[in-house]
Structure formats: C-alpha cells, structure tokens
C-alpha cells in the first residue's frame, strides 16, 4: 500500500510539474502576458561586474597558445567611404588588435576597387577578406508594390524624416537585419564586431570582448541605446505582436521586453541598441527564432514601405528570443558614433587610458534608454 501511494505520489508530481510548465509556456500566448516573463531574480545589472584580470592582455600581444575566439570585425561599406573606415579601422588596430589579432570581412554591394583593398590591408597584419553582396540580398524585392514605396518615401521627403527618400539606405537596413550573418564569408565565425566609418573608440580595449561574450553565454553587446523615429516604424510593433502571437515558444523565458515596452509589450517604447556598434553572436542571427522573425518582417514590407532600421530589429529581436543577461552594456569601451558618445566613467576611464571626456557622456541623457536596461536587474 505504501507503494502504491508513493508511485501516485510521484505521478501526481509529474503532472503538476508537466501541467505548471505547459501554462507556463502558454501564457506566453498573449503579449500583455509575456512581461510576466521577466520577473526573473533581481540583481545588479551584470556589467557593474568588472571583467575578470585573466580577460586581460595589458602588457603584450597574444601568443600563439592563448585562446581565441572565432571570431571577425565586420565592415559594410562603399568605395567612397575608404577614409572614413581607415580611420575606424586604425583606431581598432590601434586600441584593440595589435594585440589579439582578428580577422577582417568587408562587404559592399559592389566589388570593392584594388586600391581600395590595398589602403585596407596596409593597415593590419591579419586576414582581410573582401565579399560582394548578392544581388537580391540587397535590391528591392520585386514582389514589393513600387508605387506604394514611392509613395511613402515622398512623404517621408515631406516630412523631413531622415534617409526617408533613400532606396540604398533601405537596401542597407534590410541587408543588416536579416542578410549579413548569412553571407559566405562569414559562415566560419561564431562572433563578430560591427564597425562603421568614422567612429571613435577612445579607450585601450585591454582585453578580449569576444571571450568575455563566449564564457558568459552572451550573444548581444552594445555601447549606445536610444530611442527610434516612430514615423520610420509605424507598424513595426503591430507586426512583432503579430508575430509573437503566432510563435509564442520562441519568446525566452526572462526576456528583455523590459527595455523595450514600458506596459508589458502593448506598446514599443522606441528603445534600441544603436546598431553601429555591435559586437554579436551570429549563430543567435541564424537561429530559428530570429530567421522566422526577419521572414517575417520582410514578408510584410516594411523595410520598403516604411523604413525599419537593422537598429530595432535586431534590438527587438535581442531582447525577444534571449535573456536579458545575454545582453551586454560595454560599459567599458568609450565610443562614438555621430553626435553621440559613451565615455566610461570613473575608474573605467583611467584603467581605459580612455581619451573622451567624462562628462560628455549620452548614458543618462533623456534620449538614451540606458535606464530601461538598468531597471530590467534592479
Ligand atoms: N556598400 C554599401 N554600404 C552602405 C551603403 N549605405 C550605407 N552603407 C554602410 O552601412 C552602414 C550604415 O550606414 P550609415 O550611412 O552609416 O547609416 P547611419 O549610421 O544610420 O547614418 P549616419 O548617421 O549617416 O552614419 C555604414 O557602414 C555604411 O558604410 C551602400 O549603399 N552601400
Ligand atoms: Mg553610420
């Protein structure tokens, strides 16, 4: 008798335990519901943790037994835009790759000139690769209504929205959000670093980034958040929700929807990683999740018909499908991107031999969403 009570025993605590996580799972079903998804223990947020000593590479290059990670800078960019990558690219070597050594992929949508590959590689010792972009990778779709693009563009002239008239800047967005993880050249790499032209990176970047990212289980970094122009994403929420409503398993459990709605996901709050800089996980890019979402998104147009920038929709797709914990503030590398900059502060600029100066810094500023990823861990 005793037996048979413990065998019901166990059996009725297999079913509370299989009956809890199947509601678990389904209340995730709805949007309102999935900000009780990020009820999660409440701490510091991780990057108040400084990056542990053996991360660091102070005094001399990496030898050859040292770990790596796999992993590559990413440059997208255009002939013309040649000084402006030198320039960010002699700031990375400078401050970061001297010592440790990665590799380069450039992409355009055009094959890049000898000369410009010569300028490119004079400025580092390591691999450089140089892709060309396919074709429909970067062009309008030909199932997208071009009179309806037209027309909206033309309002976006009208109303003076930034890039709103640009069909090439369109190209790019959709190319970041949903293509450039899957371009050839990039298949062998795990991680990457976005880098545009012109940006400053103001501190020594003493240690690898993409190890702290594998060994911590991240999968995106960022330096910079703000909010997005609402009139370049007016259905984009309405879509998400749509979306999420169909897929409800792929939304992860203790996601960052924190940092993007301030009413449990009605509403976008326009918060966004600012996706100039970007130090990622491709396989998080490639992953069932976020390649049903870009479909998704794309299948609706609003890349065309609006202007959705890579910036939200990696950002949505980020704080969606992983953990808030595997999303990273790189409190400690100072830079800027035109007109804003994070300079770290305090002990973090003097152990950085950061160069920018402290109290010219975007972290707090009423335009940045710092404080909604901060308010995720506290
Ligand atoms: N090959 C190629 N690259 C492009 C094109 N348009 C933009 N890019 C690259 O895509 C990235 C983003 O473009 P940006 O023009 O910097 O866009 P943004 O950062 O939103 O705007 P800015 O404030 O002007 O910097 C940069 O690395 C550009 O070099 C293009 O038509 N062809
Ligand atoms: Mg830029």
Known sequence: MRYILLALGVIISIHYILSFTHEEYG?????????????????????????????????????LQ???SNATFVMLVRNSDLSGIMSSMKQIEDRFNKKFQYPYVFLNDEPFTESFKEHIQALTNT?????????????????????????????????????GGSVPYRNMCRFNSGFFYRHELLQKYRYYWRVEPDVKLFCDVDYDPFLVMQDQNKVYGF??????????????????KSFINSNPGFVSPD???????????????????????????????????????????????GFYYERWGDAPVHSIGAALFAKKEQIHFFNDIGYRHEPFQHCPQGELNTKGKCWC???????????SCLNKYDRMFS
């Open 27 to 63: 209340r995730a079903t709805s949007i309102s519901t999935i900000a009780g998804q990020f009820t999660g223990p409440k701490s510091n947020p991780p990057y108040k943790t400084p990056v542990p000593d053996e991360y660091y590479k102070v005094d001399e290059p990496i030898a």
């Open 127 to 163: 691999t450089v690769e140089f892709g060309v972009i396919p074709h429909d990778q970067w062009h309008q779709p030909s199932w997208i209504d071009e009179e309806r693009a037209t027309k909206s563009r033309d309002e976006m002239v009208r109303d003076g929205v930034i890039y």
């Open 223 to 240: 330096t910079i958040s703000l909010f997005e122009y609402q009139s370049t994403i007016q259905t984009l929420w309405t879509t998400v």
């Open 357 to 367: 100066d402290p109290s010219q810094n975007f972290d707090y500023e009423w335009y």
């Open 66 to 68: 040292d770990r790596k």
């Open 255 to 301: 996601n960052a929807m924190g940092f993007l709605s301030d009413d449990g996901g009605e509403s976008y709050n326009l918060c966004h990683f600012w996706s100039n800089f970007e130090i990622a996980d491709l396989d998080f890019w490639r992953s069932e999740a976020y390649s049903k979402f870009f479909e998704f998104l794309d299948e609706q147009g």
